[in-house]
């Protein structure tokens, strides 16, 4: 059983099994009752005799089988094995026949199932750890000694249980009878050895006949076996399907129904195959017939036959269809005669054409018949034969045994160009057998590159007048073309340049890319323009602002990029100086309109507020007054730093009068302190200033106005911060 991996297989020897231990706690009963005598005429009843061997046999194959995780604990299979035992003992009890009267005692009774469970149960567990250690058949001796006092421990201790007493009428014996059951006995244990022997042989029979069976029926040859007169015995399912036929009745079906000589012979077809089959030197040769399928038509087939061994004479041959190796050479000539490029296909020995296509009959205005055994002297010029011969042998040698490489051949007197890739064809013991090549006319190709980078040419020189770079890119093979003002833009040299898509992906910036991607796959969607301006990478960490036009045609996309840095970074200067204060560079008035514009109806979407803050600088006109304008630029320009330090990044710092700031604070929940930003303002910029005169102070009033509490606009939020800034200007007047 644990030697078994097929299931059917298992579960016929757990059987087996079960029934070899159930017969063995039978014969130990009654082999015991031969030692038991009594003074009396004892029988046993047949019937029940043999039904006693039941309930051991089923205990058995219940321990024996694989039963589900929860049914298969030990205590559970203890108890099984302990029931079976003392059920076949107390039946086997039942079956005596005497004058007396029997009876138990309970309490042996009970101790006798205890006996059979327990010690059932030590022999199931040692007999798990000799399984899974692995141990030599000789220590699963211990578990059967085990086993075997459970089974006789049971049996003696039911008999002290028992108890005889005689009837009136009951005949006392001097020496009693038990050749009935000695007979019976060896009855049973003669048949049920001979049952397990016929078993154990009729299953060693079934499996070498079903392995035989599944690995006839798995080749891929077709596999017939026929005997002496020619009639068909065998046929695997390849060989039917082959013969097309649906099924096979044994012996009605003669070989020469199946197979014919390919040329009428006077000997016959068995006469053949039997020869065959006795020549020891011949016989593992493929021999060529024809076969007949089931609706009559012939096909070329090869098969090799042997003798079968044993005493009934009969063949056993392997068939192989060829039809499909036929139809693939024409398949194959019809897919190289489709080809447009030629096609040609050497011996490797002597490098004489062996197949040509249509393609190439054409192309060297040869007959294809007549291009077969020719060399390339019979052919071509002999610099360019030698030039052929030259390659073909240098990759015979080579370790790739593959080429590709550019020939000029002149045909009819016209040059042509041929783009042609060989490789090299080996034999089944991987020596070369023949070289293949496919030349493709490439003469168009070529003089339209010559008349493309005549025209790149031109058009890089009108480029370089004009610092625009020219570039082309080959969608369907990701080729990109660069003229050398494109190289100078993206800052990238020639010996680090790939010619793939990738190349300028690389250079554009993060924030750019998937807006000119877009535009790039929306011209080629739509065969249409595309225009873009973004930034590209270039040295020292900067960046420099490219704008590209381009359009397609066909499969390729053509377009110029003109460097326009100095033009975007002139507006960009006179955008900042329009919201910038000129002096300190903090915004403006107009860049402070420009930002509350925008983030008023943010803050409203989003249930947020912000603080303006209104500043107003205390003291400030005598310094400035009396120490002079550079000064006063000084102290401005250091308050509007400390200022602009304050401001997080979406926080805003203007200047918009002589010594006058705003600073609005926005992102504010509902429970922000304004007290408490404002003592920040006024310890900021009240800090002494160091000057190139010495250090100088200046105070601060402040006034705030919140949105949306205190107004909705700009100019309320201003008026309103105004108001309370002379209230602090007031309040600091009568401090001080």
Known sequence: MSQTELQNERAYWSLASACFLGFGIWSMHFVGMLAYQLPLV????????LLSVLPAILASLVVMSKLPFKMNSLWLRSVYMGIGIGSMHYIGMMAMQMDAAMAYDGWYFSLSIVVAVGLAGIALKTHEYVTSAQLRIIKQIVPAIIMGSAISGMHYTGMLSMHVYALPDTQILREPETKNLVYLVMLMVMLFAFTILVFIELRARTLLLERYNAVINTVH??????????????????????????????????????????????????????????????HNAPLTFEGIRKNGKKFPLTLRVNLLPGNH???????????????????????????????????????SITHVNDAGSKLLDIDKTSLIGLSDFDIFEEKEAKTFIADDKQLLISKKKQSARDYQLNINGKVRHFHTKKIVLDDSDGNPQYILSLSEDVTKWREAQYELKTLNRRMSMAADAANIGVWEWDIATNELIWDEWMHKIYSIVQTRFSGTFSDWENTVHSDDIDSVKNKVENAITQKSHFEATFRVKAPNKKYRHVKAYGRVEGDKMFGINVDITEQVEANQKIKKLANSDALTKLANRLALSTYMRNELPRLERNGKTCTLFYLDLNHFKPLNDEYGHTLGDEVLIELAQRLNALCRA?????????????????????????????????????????????LFSVGVSIGYASYPLDGMTLEELIHTADERMYEDKKQHARES
């Open 221 to 282: 040859d077709g596999v017939i076996t026929f005997d002496s007169s020619g009639m068909v015995e065998f046929t695997n399912p390849v060989a039917l399907r082959i013969f097309g036929l649906d099924k096979f009745s044994q012996r009605t079906l003669h070989i020469r129904e199946l197979i014919t000589p390919l040329k009428h012979t006077n000997e016959s077809l068995l006469v053949s195959l039997k020869k065959t089959a006795n020549n020891s030197a011949a």
């Open 42 to 49: 004892v029988s046993y009843d047949p019937f029940i005799t």
């Open 650 to 694: 979406y926080d805003i710092a203007a200047r918009v009068g002589g010594d006058e700031f705003i600073v609005v604070v926005t992102e504010l929940s509902k429970e922000y302190d304004v007290e408490r930003i404002k003592t920040r303002l006024v310890k900021t910029l009240t800090q002494p200033i160091t000057t190139a005169q010495g």
């Open 313 to 351: 004479i009969a063949y056993m041959c392997t068939v192989k269809d060829l039809s499909d190796v036929k139809n693939q050479e024409v398949f194959t000539q019809t897919v190289f005669d489709a080809l447009p490029n030629m096609l040609l296909v050497k011996n490797a020995k002597n490098l």
